[in-house]
Nanobody, 123 residues
Framework: QVQLFESGGGSVQAGDSLRLSCLAS????????MAWFRQTPGKGREFVAI???????YYSNSVKGRFTISRDRDTRTAYLQMESLKPEDTAVYFC?????????????????WGSGTQVTVSA
């Protein structure tokens, strides 16, 4: 089992920045992929960014150029640096981990999830 703990959410104004952190603990896997998803009421979880075990990164079109995902392998922490935030970025952000080698932008491709952190962006 893997436990994930997200932090860094909050309420900001449009144009501001936030950095989310996700600390993983528990069982390890050499080809571990860490990702961020987000969810708004009434909608499914939307892919935001992936730090693949290959060290390649992937972003949804809605955040590309504004968000940056990074990972510290030593501390097993993933970060999501969010710049130029928009009201439409308002959501609960979830950290997810996959212990499979396949790349997936679907929430079903991730076995482990954090409890989420709220990000609210006001106009």
């Amino acid at each position: 089992q893997v436990q994930l703990f997200e932090s860094g959410g909050g309420s900001v104004q449009a144009g501001d920045s936030l950095r989310l952190s996700c600390l993983a603990s528990g069982s390890t896997f050499s080809r571990e992929t860490m990702a961020w998803f987000r969810q708004t009421p009434g909608k499914g979880r939307e892919f935001v960014a992936i730090f693949h075990w290959s060290t390649n990164t992937y972003y949804s079109n809605s955040v590309k150029g504004r968000f940056t995902i990074s990972r510290d392998r030593d501390t097993r922490t993933a970060y999501l640096q969010m710049e130029s935030l928009k009201p439409e970025d308002t959501a609960v952000y979830f950290c997810a981990v996959a212990h499979t080698t396949a790349l997936s932008m679907r929430s079903s491709g991730y076995e482990y999830w954090g409890s989420g952190t709220q990000v609210t962006v006001s106009a």
